[in-house]
């Protein structure tokens, strides 16, 4: 079966750095569109970034735009998310979700989901 699993979360100050990334396994990972998604308390589930296959195509909310940076190694089956500037505002739990074909950032798009991973930024 389809595993997804999110590492490098954590506790930073703000504007500190971390890296997030994102194993999947049971799929052919260099055809699948992946992103990464993040939840804070009592909020919707919201894309941060996603990544089509080949890389073609990437989209990042506004809010990252400058800050974070999507990659995937498809060689490894990797996904990571490099993310600096970090604001107290960034602190939720981060998913690594995948989906067969890349149809922007949007959660409902995407199929399989990872845990999560805790990001906490401190003022």
């Known amino acids: 079966q389809v595993q997804v699993v999110e590492s490098g979360g954590g506790l930073v100050q703000a504007g500190g750095s971390l890296r997030l990334s994102c194993t999947a396994s049971g799929l052919t990972f260099d055809v699948y569109a992946m992103g990464w998604f993040r939840q804070a308390p009592g909020k919707e589930r919201e894309g941060v970034s996603c990544?089509?296959?080949?890389?073609?195509?990437?989209y990042y909310a506004d809010y990252v735009k400058g800050r974070f940076t999507i990659s995937r190694d498809n060689a490894k089956d990797t996904l990571y998310l490099q993310m600096n500037s970090l604001q107290p505002e960034d602190t939720a739990i981060y998913y690594c979700?995948?989906?067969?074909?890349?149809?922007?950032?949007?959660?409902?798009?995407?199929?399989?989901w990872g845990q999560g991973t805790q990001v906490t930024v401190s003022s």
């Open positions: 979700a995948a989906n067969r074909f890349y149809d922007g950032c949007r959660p409902g798009a995407y199929s399989h």
């Open positions: 990544v089509s296959a080949n890389g073609d195509r990437s």
